[in-house]
């Protein structure tokens, strides 16, 4: 029996926020076997499209069908710190019904229970060492994995139970550069259907086609990430030359009307004088003056129709050419002159025996890279004063800011503006919603709850409250800033950190976003605190 080609249909899809906000209206989709990458700007719908698939959302209309097993990784993950690894996984009763059956316990729902799955935890270990988890054992808790190695084992349990269909919703984010090479192995060997929301550009290199999500529809294009670089470029080189030519278009026939108009204006006072000179009876006058006027009246239609023709041209053409709006901002409160001590770590110790010693002066531009688990974010929070450390001194005689990785600073009851306005209490209103304009929140979109951004905004909305706040920070901390951005936000978020004048200590597994950030040293965690060279 053939194989369907379509193993995830969305049909006249609609979607909602109880607010009342459309995400999807009227939507299509229809992905078949291979790897999908699901790319789009933030809040165009993408990680809700996954939850309508997988069925943690409910669509205000239309339908959705998956054809087989459906596995899903979401954005976010956290596992419940009490999990034994292998309930994590998704195998314990199996195991428990296998070492009863070797025990000599032949009760038929242990056999019930076990199924075909005799060799599970074989292919548990054999995945989670696949993964760089094989020192995680299954009857061990989940209580001391860090956010990256809690992807990681979602993912080796998603491996585990073999779904005919998957659904990864930013996977990258959190691992460390091993476990994104692993990751990478994992996607370019999968032969299922699979379905990547990710901004990630090496792995959306292993994908066999790219679904670009805009507008509330999906444009296709065949290959991956690279050959769909190439190919939106040729298309706005063309849509780009399309649009001069119509922005030309547009005011040769401005010039053609107006000139008709003055043609006509000449005509009919010249046959006006000329009647007048010739003593022409009033009704040949009159006979002639609506004839003028009838020609006149044609022409002047004629050429207003080809204005609208050129203006209609010219705005098919402005849509076609995409943009992706830029933040613009410029912080020179937050400069630090060149000798100035901006943080000093001395003979700290950290949790695990993690030790780090270091002295930051002027606007220095660090990235903190390491292994998952190697106390990355633990030291920035300590930097920061959320945790004390076991031992040593911290001295920060600068302020400072800390964007941690959940994103958790707004209230999400409080408007953009309102969140904002806590960080600088003593900045008004117009202040405010101005400064906030350079970030992309204008007019109503400022007033939008907290809770009802997307990703990509809430990550906007946090940076700008941390950049605009009282007194603006000289020194800022960044915990993977580009977890859940999409391409066009990663690329504002460049911008704004090449305006940004303080020091900065940025823990990123993104290399090609850290190598655009300008950085004067690389620090790698693993252990102690050691400069290494630029990666």
């Known amino acids: 029996m053939a194989q369907p080609t379509t193993a995830v249909l969305c049909t006249d899809l609609a979607f909602d926020w109880p607010d009342g906000k459309p995400v999807l209206d009227g939507f299509h989709l229809a992905v078949g076997p291979g790897r999908t990458g699901l790319i789009g700007l933030n809040g ?15 669509p205000t209309g239309g339908t959705v069908r998956v054809d087989g097993e459906l596995g899903y990784l979401p954005q976010g993950l956290t596992l419940d710190t009490t999990l034994r690894v292998d309930e994590a996984l998704g195998i314990r009763a199996t195991r428990e019904a296998l070492h009863a059956i070797e025990s000599g316990d032949t009760d038929q ?28 054992g299954l009857d061990r808790t989940t209580g001391e994995l860090s956010g990256g190695e809690a992807v990681l084992l979602r993912l080796a349990a998603l491996l585990i139970a073999r779904p005919d269909v998957l659904l990864l919703d930013e996977p990258t984010n959190n ?16 032969h299922g259907v699979m379905l990547i929301v990710s901004h990630d550009r090496e792995l959306l290199s292993h994908v066999d086609q790219i679904a670009d999500l805009r507008d509330g529809d999906v444009t296709w294009y065949g290959g991956n990430f690279e050959e769909y670089q190439r190919t939106l470029a040729a298309q706005q080189e063309t849509a780009e030359r399309l649009l001069r ?14 000139d008709a108009r003055v043609r006509l204006d000449r005509s009919a006072a010249y046959g006006k ?36 023709e050129a203006k209609a041209r010219l705005s098919a053409a402005e849509e076609a050419v995409r943009d992706d709006a830029e933040i613009r901002i410029d912080l020179p409160r937050t400069a630090v002159p060149a000798g100035r001590t901006v943080l000093t770590l001395q003979k700290v110790r950290l949790p695990y025996g993690t030790t780090a010693d270091l002295d930051l002066r002027g606007a220095e531009r ?19 004063g959320e945790l004390a ?23 999400d009851e409080r408007s953009v503006v309102e969140n904002v306005k806590l960080f600088a209490p003593a900045a008004g209103d117009n202040a405010i919603r ?74 990123s597994h993104d290399l090609p976003f850290l190598r655009g950030l300008g950085l004067t040293r690389w620090l790698e965690l693993d252990g102690e605190l050691r400069g290494v060279d630029p990666m």
Do not use: C
Request: net charge positive; aromatic share 4%; hydrophobic share 40%.
């Open 44 to 58: 165009a719908g993408k990680s809700t499209l996954l939850r309508l698939i997988a069925g943690d959302l409910t």
């Open 109 to 136: 729902r242990h056999f019930d229970a076990v199924g075909d799955d005799w060799d599970v935890e074989e292919r548990a270990r054999a995945t989670l060492d696949r993964l760089g988890l094989r020192s995680l």
């Open 175 to 190: 691992l460390d550069r091993a476990a994104r090479e692993r990751l990478y192995e994992t996607v370019a060997g999968w």
């Open 245 to 258: 030519n119509a922005e030309a278009d547009v005011q040769r026939q401005k010039r053609d009307l107006a």
């Open 273 to 308: 004088k000329r009647s007048v000179t010739r003593n022409d009876p009033h009704i040949f006058a009159g006979m002639l003056k609506r004839k003028g006027q009838e020609t006149a009246g044609r022409l002047q239609g004629m050429h207003t129709e080809r204005l609208e």
């Open 366 to 384: 660090i990235a903190l890279v390491g292994r998952n688990g190697a106390g990355k974010s633990t030291l920035l929070r300590t930097i920061a």
């Open 389 to 411: 450390p076991l031992e040593g001194e911290i001295t920060t005689p600068v302020p400072l800011r800390y964007l941690p990785q959940r994103l958790d600073l707004l209230d």
């Open 434 to 507: 101005a400064r906030l304009a350079r970030f992309l929140f204008r007019g109503a979109r400022a007033e939008q709850p907290a809770a009802t951004l997307s990703g990509g905004e809430r990550f906007r909305a946090t940076l700008a409250a941390l950049l605009l706040a009282d007194p603006p920070p000289q020194l800022l901390l960044l915990d993977e800033p580009t977890n859940n951005l999409d391409l066009a936000s990663v690329r504002q978020l460049t911008q704004a950190l090449a305006a940004y004048q303080g020091a900065l200590i940025v823990v």
